[in-house]
C-alpha cells in the first residue's frame, strides 16, 4: 500500500459531545446533571481544538509532506533501508535544503523550531521501522543545515531566512 495512503488512513480520534457521560458525574446529585451538560459541548469544542490534536495534525502533515517529497525525487522508499546510514543522513538533509527554500506545506519561509519539526517527522519514519536514526551517521548533513539556520536567525533583525547567495555559501 502507498505510504502517503497508509498515512492519511489513520484516523485521529477526539472527544465530542456524545455518547456516554462521564462515570465521575454520579457523584452529583441527579437534578444537577443537566445543569452541568449544558457546558460539556463548550468544553469538548475547547478539547477538540486543543493543542494536542493540533499538533497531532501538523505531525501527520509533515509526515506526508516528507514522503510526497521522496515521491517528488523519484525515492521508492523514505527510509532507504539498504543504503548506510551516512546516505540516509544525507537524504534528509537534502530535505532539509528543499525546506530552507520554501518548499514547505504553505511555501513560505520556515524557522529553526518550524524545521526540526519537519525533520523530526521525518526521523520518526525510520525509528518507527526499527532502523537506526539517520542522525547517528558519523557525518551529520542534518545538524549541520539545521545549525546553520539557527545561527542566521541569532543575528538580529534578520529579514529573510536563507537567501541564495547564502545558501550557496553554505552549501
Known amino acids: 500500500m502507498d505510504p502517503i495512503q497508509i498515512i492519511t488512513n489513520t484516523q485521529i480520534h477526539t472527544p465530542c459531545n456524545t455518547g456516554p457521560k462521564p462515570h465521575w458525574l454520579v457523584v452529583l446529585p441527579p437534578k444537577r446533571h443537566h445543569h452541568l451538560l449544558d457546558y ?32 517528488s525525487i523519484r525515492l521508492e522508499d ?5 543504503i548506510p546510514i551516512q546516505g540516509q543522513n544525507w537524504i534528509i538533509a537534502c530535505y532539509v535544503v528543499s525546506l530552507i527554500c520554501r518548499e514547505t506545506l504553505t511555501g513560505t519561509r520556515i524557522q529553526h523550531a518550524t524545521l526540526m519539526g519537519y525533520i523530526k517527522q521525518a526521523l520518526a519514519l525510520h525509528i518507527d521501522r526499527g532502523l537506526p536514526n539517520p ?37
Not at 57 to 65: D, F, V, Y
Request: glycine letters at 2%; a negative charge; one cysteine or more.
Open 40 to 71: 460539556e459541548g463548550t468544553i469538548a469544542d475547547r478539547v477538540h481544538g486543543s493543542t494536542h490534536d493540533k499538533q497531532a495534525i501538523t505531525s501527520q502533515s509533515r509526515t506526508i509532506h516528507f514522503l510526497s517529497w521522496c515521491i
Open 78 to 82: 523514505p527510509c532507504t533501508p539498504a
Open 135 to 171: 542522525r547517528l551517521a558519523d557525518i551529520d548533513y542534518i545538524k549541520i543545515m539545521s545549525n546553520a539556520v539557527k545561527k542566521y536567525e541569532d543575528v538580529p533583525k534578520c529579514q529573510e531566512m536563507i537567501s541564495d547567495s547564502m545558501f550557496h555559501f553554505i552549501a
